[in-house]
Each structure stands twice: as C-alpha cells, then as structure tokens.
C-alpha cells in the first residue's frame, strides 16, 4: 500500500502537467494560424505584384519641384537610368545600348539597326521608339522620327524627352504652334529642360512661374 501511494503522481502535479500540455497545444495552434497568414499575405503580394507607378511618381514630383538646374538635371538623369532599366530583357537592354552607343560614336545607320531590334523584340516598350526617334532625326528621316515619337508618348505620355523631340521636329516642319504646345508640355513636366528657352512667357505653365520670375534670365 505504501509503494502504491509513493508511485502515484500527485493531484498537484498532473493539474500542472495537464496545464503544460495545454500551453503546448495552445503555442502550436497559433504558429499554424502564423503560417496561415504568412501564406494568405504571401499569395496575396504574389496576386498583385507591386508596380513601377509609385517610384515614377515620385520621381516626376522631385523633378517638377527642382529648385535649380544642377537639381533638375540630377532628377532627369535618374529618370533616363530608369526609363533604360525598364528594358524587358537582358537581350533587348544589350540592343539598346549599342544602339545609344553606336550613335554617340555617329555610325548612324547600325544605330537605328540596333534600335529596330529593340522596338521589334519589344513593341510595347517606350524608350526603344524613342532612342530610334533620335537616330532618325539626326539621318534627318523626320517623318520617320515624328512616328516613333508620337508612338514613345502613346506608351509613355509623361515623355519629356520625346515631347522636347517633337518640338524640334514641328519647328521643321513649320508648325510652330504645334511645336510650342509639345515644348509646353515638355517645360510642366521638366522645368529645366534644355529646350525651355524656346518658350514665350505667356505660354509659361504655373508650375515654371513658379520657379522662374518673369524677365529672368531662364
């Protein structure tokens, strides 16, 4: 009777073996609901991928807001690194940079060749009609030039640069109205665009009066 009594467990003992037991139970049921949400919010980012638009955004605001050209500049150089970055493949980046350096070392012709790989590798992609725009006007195809950008902006309507290329090439064509108004555009989305001197005062948006005072040297 006494090896009995000393082999029982106590009351006090199983409670707190019992409440162990729950506490286990308990932390293993909330790592699964852990994982549960893990893998609901996983599922849900992997539905809805995050896009470029936020960082473009922010970007065209910081250049909108340039208190100077050193600034401006800065911002437009970034832009242009991103607008390059969006290149949909390796392959097609490579097209696109011989492109832009084959026409910086003036072989015009393999330029454009390049450029056409990128524009029929990815017809959706802006910045391949764009480069291939500048090519074109410097071969002074400007026909050819005014349709890869009016393409660019189709695909990319806060183009600054192919905005500023149609306002080269309408004065060309003795539209200069037409010209003006692309060039307008240009200046409210890059106040210190190279090209903003060819802009009249009375056409200057908000946005540049409010950086550039009226007789100021611009």
Known sequence: MLLCR?????PNYIA???????????????LIVLAALVSANAQANS???????????????????APDEK????????????????????EIRAFLDAGRERREAYDYETAEENLDKVVELAPD??????????VRFLRENYQGSLTDLERTLELQPNHFGALSGLYHILRIQNRPEAALNALQEAVKLHPWIQERHGLPEH???DSFRAIHNPGQEI
């Open 6 to 10: 000393l082999a029982a467990p106590e």
């Open 71 to 90: 600034s401006g500049r800065s911002v437009e150089g970034e832009i242009w690194n991103y607008w390059f970055d969006l290149s949909p493949t390796a």
């Open 203 to 205: 056409m200057w948006p």
């Open 125 to 134: 992609y802006h910045e391949g009609y764009n480069q291939r725009a500048f």
């Open 47 to 65: 539905d809805n991928p995050p896009t470029t638009n936020a960082l473009e955004a922010l970007l065209f605001k910081r250049l909108a807001n």
């Open 16 to 30: 707190n073996q019992d409440m162990h037991l729950l506490r286990l139970f308990a932390f293993a049921v909330s």
